[in-house]
């Protein structure tokens, strides 16, 4: 994105053009910084250790076309559900391109993702006995939670440690794999998801330290190898106007130091490193444009806009925030304004104080910086408010590829039993 005379341009097209072409709220994605995103990790991750892989948590955006930009670049594909498989395999991944961390298996799920060929990355160990009962796995990893987790927003997205839901207690890492390799499994994978939005190069060789330390003894105990370490995703992208980027570089570095060292320790058969982000390559390569619609001044001034809690949850979910930019005015004096969505709930009412440009009008289109991750897949149609169309952009050309919701999308697939409706 750039500001040029005060007017917006994602890659090389106005936002005016996005707007008047598609409408507002509308998702726009630069894909040339989705490429460029991905190949500064890939080739940081690529130069410490060689034998690397990206796989793409397709949950922060599974937009087709986003997933294929990844695909052409070499990810493979984190998978949290069978539907993500699914999809990953229309898009043409290999079963074995796909780890599934899914959680909390139905039978429906383990018959299916079997039947996909897909890695399990089995979240308890309870799962095995159901898994071994449809089927024997090639391959088979357990996600470990080592005890230890962190994240930059909040709370709300540690997905590691004693409070989390995820992974396998370290006290049970040498069962899990004991059961597996006594049942008949002869290769396997380790998993651990570290935390989300991280920006600290240090955590990260922490954290693999811990990890390594967990199966590297039980790999050594039990005389197994591991075909790949996943690392999990997290890399971190700043969201605040002070926060500096994650030193991708320096993360490689440390973490593939302590990779290997402890792969030495524990005699283990150096195995392929695999991490699965999304944000990094996603999150900063997307916006949300959306118009102000009025300016009410009641107790306080709002600028109330068609983006709202329905369009980007994160801020009503976690309270992160999201810097905010408005074509034409970004060279004025600021003031502090309050900010709203359409629907009818406080929560909509997600900027408050933001030093917003003095003379912000009715018409004025507004652009949400880091979109691009866990913004259009968690949208929703609360209110009746429908979901935003996505639109690809790559130099001066863009393309729509998803269309806007429409009223026959809402009740799509509804069913009024006879005699209801008389
Ligand atoms: N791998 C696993 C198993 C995950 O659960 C996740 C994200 C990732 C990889 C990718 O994590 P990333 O590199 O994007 O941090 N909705 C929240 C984030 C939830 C993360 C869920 N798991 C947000 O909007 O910040």
Same mark, same amino acid.
């Given at each position: ?9 994602v890659?090389d ?6 707007a ?26 690529s130069r410490y ?8 948590a397709?949950k922060?955006?599974?937009?087709p ?21 699914l999809?990953?395999k ?30 399990f &990355?089995? %979240?308890?160990l309870? =799962?095995?006995?159901? +898994?071994l009962?449809?089927?024997q !796995? *090639?391959?088979?990893?357990?996600? @470990?939670?080592?005890?230890?987790g ?10 590691a ?11 049970q ?14 290769r ?8 989300s939005?991280?920006l600290?190069?240090?955590?990260f ?14 790999g050594k105990?039990?005389?197994? &190898?591991? %075909?790949f370490?996943d =690392?999990?995703?997290? +890399?971190?992208?700043?969201?605040? !106007? *002070?926060?500096?980027?994650?030193? @991708?570089e320096?993360?490689?570095a440390?973490v593939?130091?302590?990779f290997t060292?402890?792969v ?5 058969k150096p195995p392929?490193m ?9 999150g ?16 306080t ?8 809690m329905n369009?980007?949850?994160?801020p ?13 005015r970004e ?7 309050? +900010? ?31 979109a ?21 952009v790559?130099g ?11 009223f ?7 069913y ?7």
């Amino acid at each position: 994105m750039r500001i040029d005379n005060d007017q917006i341009y994602v890659e090389d097209v106005p936002v005016t053009a996005i707007a008047e072409t598609y409408g507002t709220p509308t998702y726009v994605y630069e894909e040339n910084t989705i490429r460029a995103n991905f190949r500064r990790a890939l080739k940081a991750f690529s130069r410490y250790y060689e034998n690397f892989r990206f796989h793409y948590a397709i949950k922060a955006n599974n937009n087709p076309a986003i997933a294929h930009i990844l695909r052409q670049e070499g990810a493979g594909i984190d998978a949290a559900s069978v539907n993500e498989i699914l999809l990953a395999k229309k898009l043409g991944f290999a079963g074995d391109d796909i780890v599934f961390s899914g959680n909390f298996l139905s039978d429906d799920d383990i018959k299916a993702g079997l039947d996909s060929g897909a890695v399990f &990355n089995l %979240d308890d160990l309870s =799962l095995l006995p159901r +898994l071994l009962k449809f089927g024997q !796995p *090639d391959i088979l990893s357990f996600r @470990v939670n080592p005890g230890y987790g962190r994240s930059n927003v909040g709370d709300y997205v540690t997905n590691a440690g004693p409070g989390a839901k995820f992974g396998i207690h370290p006290d049970q890492v040498m069962d899990a794999y004991r059961a597996a390799r006594d049942a008949g499994i002869k290769r396997f994978g380790a998993h651990m998801m570290p935390g989300s939005c991280l920006l600290d190069p240090g955590y990260f060789a922490f954290i693999t330290e811990l990890l390594l330390d967990i199966i590297g003894s039980a790999g050594k105990e039990l005389e197994i &190898n591991f %075909d790949f370490i996943d =690392l999990g995703g997290g +890399l971190g992208i700043p969201y605040l !106007p *002070d926060e500096q980027p994650l030193d @991708v570089e320096a993360t490689a570095a440390q973490v593939a130091e302590v990779f290997t060292r402890k792969v030495g320790e524990y005699g283990l058969k150096p195995p392929r490193m695999v991490m699965e982000p999304a944000r990094y390559f996603v999150g900063d390569a997307g916006y949300l444009v959306g118009r102000v619609h009025s300016i009410k001044n009641s107790y306080t001034e709002i600028v109330g806009t068609d983006i709202g809690m329905n369009t980007i949850a994160r801020p009503a979910m976690y309270g992160a925030y999201h810097h905010i930019y408005v074509n034409g005015r970004e060279s004025e004096d600021r003031r502090p304004l309050g +900010l709203t969505g359409q629907v009818c709930e406080n929560t909509d009412y997600w900027v408050r104080d933001r030093e917003l440009p003095r003379d912000i009008a009715e018409g004025d289109l507004v652009v949400v910086e880091n979109a691009g991750a866990y913004g259009y897949c968690m949208s929703y149609q609360y209110n009746g408010r429908l979901r935003p169309a996505e639109v690809l952009v790559n130099g001066d050309r863009h393309h729509l590829i998803r269309r806007r919701e429409e009223f026959e999308d809402m009740i799509r697939d509804t069913y009024v039993p006879d005699g209801l409706d008389k």
